[in-house]
């Protein structure tokens, strides 16, 4: 059965730090575009970051203060959160996709419930 757990949400103020944490089972992660999304209420969910074997992708709202890493647990990867902002307050989703264009949400076919993080003024 195919899982995706994200863990590491929370409410912090902005300037703040937090830890996201995506643990996968089911499948073979190695093989699959592990992405991390994101949606605030009454938003479209938006691509955050991606990562593929080595190559990273990330959001230019998010470039250089976020940064996407396969964990150092087998099977999980990691979005670490820095500087974070007001406009960072949404639900955060781990997914597990293919080939395509990276911050289409069509393109990935595994999705975790989310976890929310919230940034405070």
Same mark, same amino acid.
């Given at each position: 059965?195919?899982q995706l757990?994200e863990?590491? !949400?929370g409410?912090? %103020? *902005?300037g +703040?730090?937090?830890r996201l944490?995506c643990?996968t089972?089911g499948f073979?992660?190695?093989? #699959?575009r592990? !992405?991390?999304?994101? %949606? *605030?209420? +009454?938003?479209?969910?938006?691509?955050v970051?991606?990562?593929?074997?080595?190559i990273?992708? #990330?959001?230019d709202?998010?470039?250089?203060?976020?940064t996407i890493s396969?964990?150092?647990?087998?099977?999980?990867?990691?979005?670490?959160m820095n500087?974070?902002?007001?406009?960072?307050?949404?639900?955060?989703?781990?997914a597990?996709?293919?080939?395509?264009?990276?911050?289409s949400?069509?393109?990935?076919?595994?999705?975790g419930?989310?976890?929310?993080?919230?940034?405070?003024s």
């Amino acid at each position: 059965q195919v899982q995706l757990v994200e863990t590491g !949400g929370g409410s912090v %103020q *902005a300037g +703040g730090s937090l830890r996201l944490s995506c643990t996968t089972s089911g499948f073979r992660y190695d093989f #699959y575009r592990m !992405g991390w999304f994101r %949606q *605030a209420p +009454g938003m479209e969910r938006e691509a955050v970051a991606a990562i593929y074997q080595d190559i990273t992708y #990330y959001a230019d709202s998010v470039k250089g203060r976020f940064t996407i890493s396969k964990g150092s647990v087998k099977n999980t990867v990691s979005l670490q959160m820095n500087d974070l902002l007001p406009e960072d307050t949404a639900m955060y989703y781990c997914a597990a996709g293919g080939d395509g264009p990276w911050k289409s949400t069509s393109q990935y076919s595994f999705w975790g419930q989310g976890t929310r993080v919230t940034v405070s003024s």
